[in-house]
């Protein structure tokens, strides 16, 4: 008898399921709110560490705004999609109006996904640094996790904005995902 699924086992079913959503910005809120954890973790490991209780406190914070962000994404991709279809009486214009609405909404969560994933870099950056020596690889994995989560959210900005007029969007994706890449690079002691 197969044990039964763990709530993990039925993300990931979920995500390679042919259904569009949850997808790509879910998964990297996710990614991200692994990171988190994991600094969560490095922080309440490490007793000495005088700044790690508001560190770990921060990142608890950032899991579980990314955890709603994740669910955010699905909600924003599904409004989209219904943005999308042909409905009786809807003039095209009316229809490319409600998609263009739709497709900003949709890059906002990516967006916001993106900026929490960078704080979780920046504290998986501070305990590589300062966490206990035998936890400081799990913070430098932190680190690279959300820097990849902050990466993906930047290119599913620009991937939902192609059609519309980006405006700041976009130019703040890439200055987060850069950001990002700093504190990994910290983290692996490469900066």
Known sequence: MAAP????DRFLDELEAPAPAPSGGTAA????????ALVVMVARG????EEAPGIAAQARRLRERLQLLGDEDTRAYRAVLDAMRD????TPEQRDF?????????AEVPLRIADAAADVAEL??????AGKHTLRPDATAAAILAAAA???????VDVNLSTVPAGEHSGRAARLAAAAE??????????
Request: aromatic share 2%; net charge positive; hydrophobic share 65%.
């Open 5 to 8: 699924a763990s709530p993990l």
């Open 29 to 36: 809120a996710t990614a991200a709110a692994m990171a988190a």
């Open 46 to 49: 490490t007793p000495t560490w």
């Open 87 to 90: 409905v009786p009486g809807r």
């Open 98 to 106: 409600a998609l263009g609405r739709a497709l900003i909404a949709a």
């Open 124 to 129: 998986a950056a501070l305990a590589a640094a």
């Open 150 to 156: 902050v990466r993906a959210s930047a290119h599913l």
């Open 182 to 191: 700093a504190a990994r690079s910290r983290a692996l002691g490469d900066a």
